[in-house]
């Protein structure tokens, strides 16, 4: 490697970092790499990967155009087009803006046909190519929502995708044991898809999870906490009544450490005319948003 290279290299950070700063798992960069062209990283005689500032900005605009709608194999001949200012950057909304409508319409045409290898191919392939927060708000929420009169249809998609979700990001994921991070996730709810999303997004933090059904009060969650040295619980309870929660959390004083995904629990707080404080979310949404814009 010549001087000039190892000066090059000294500036340069490997992909860990460049997943650190943006938001993007290792995986989907390499993804974006290889099969769109989206990313050209500096290679090491060795053959690892570098990147740079100019890379934490690109992959910026990648997730821009994403949030947008654009699918991933269409964001480089726009990057090509557009050089490297955002500035006045538009999509026509009868165009390019309707990439995630496109991909819902076809989600939500499978499962009514109850075609649940196809659904699952979709999923499988977004997984793949979107990063975590992109496929969630733009893609599966819109998803569901859409199947909200049918609730037979939608809970049999739900339960998929939690199956799915296991198969393809919790399983293997880092483990409760070997993360200085613990996150007990409590699912209250009758099915488990959005304590799964939280897990998901948990791991993505690079944080660690255990996550238990069927936990139903409070003291029972605080012995798992304890035992198993969690820094935080997450309890999922979506469709756990104000009534319910104010039971919970009656039995002890609102921590730092607990914080709920129920509406019940956001109903509760308004009620009491408790700030919320990031304990109290009505949804997953909600939950992943704020700490999109933290």
């Not at 790499?33 to 050209?40: M, N, Q, W």
């Not at 979709?122 to 599966?140: D, M, R, S, T």
């Not at 933090?205 to 012995?223: I, M, N, W, Y």
């Amino acid at each position: 490697m010549s001087e000039q290279q190892v000066q090059k290299v000294d500036v340069l950070f490997p992909i860990r970092e460049l997943s650190t700063r943006t938001g993007v798992n290792s995986v989907t960069l390499r993804a974006w790499e290889r099969r769109y062209g989206l990313l050209k990283p500096f290679r090491t005689e060795k053959g690892h990967r570098l990147y740079g500032d100019k890379d934490v900005e690109r992959v910026e605009r990648i997730l821009y155009w994403m949030n947008q709608g654009v699918a991933v194999g269409k964001v480089r001949a726009l990057l090509d087009r557009q050089g490297d200012s955002l500035e006045s950057e538009t999509l026509d909304s009868e165009g390019l803006g309707n990439q995630w409508r496109s991909w819902q319409d076809t989600f939500v045409e499978a499962a009514r046909s109850f075609s649940q290898g196809r659904w699952e191919q979709l999923f499988q392939e977004a997984v793949k190519q979107y990063p975590f927060h992109v496929l969630l708000l733009n893609g599966i929420f819109p998803t569901l929502q859409s199947l909200n009169n049918d609730m037979a249809l939608k809970r049999y998609v739900m339960t998929s995708l939690a199956e799915q979700i296991t198969l393809l990001k919790l399983n293997g994921a880092k483990s409760i044991r070997s993360s200085k991070e613990k996150v007990l996730i409590v699912n209250m709810d009758e099915c488990n898809l959005m304590a799964k999303l939280v897990a998901w997004w948990v791991i993505e933090s690079g944080r660690g999870f255990v996550l238990v059904d069927g936990v139903t009060h409070r003291q029972e969650a605080e012995s798992l906490q304890a035992g198993m040295g969690a820094c935080q619980i997450i309890i999922v309870a979506e469709r756990t009544s104000e009534q319910g929660v104010k039971r919970w959390l009656e039995e002890g004083d609102i921590g730092k450490e607990m914080v709920w995904v129920s509406s019940g629990a956001w109903l509760y707080a308004e009620h009491q005319g408790l700030a919320t404080g990031g304990w109290a979310f009505s949804n997953v949404a909600e939950l992943i948003q704020s700490e999109l814009n933290s």
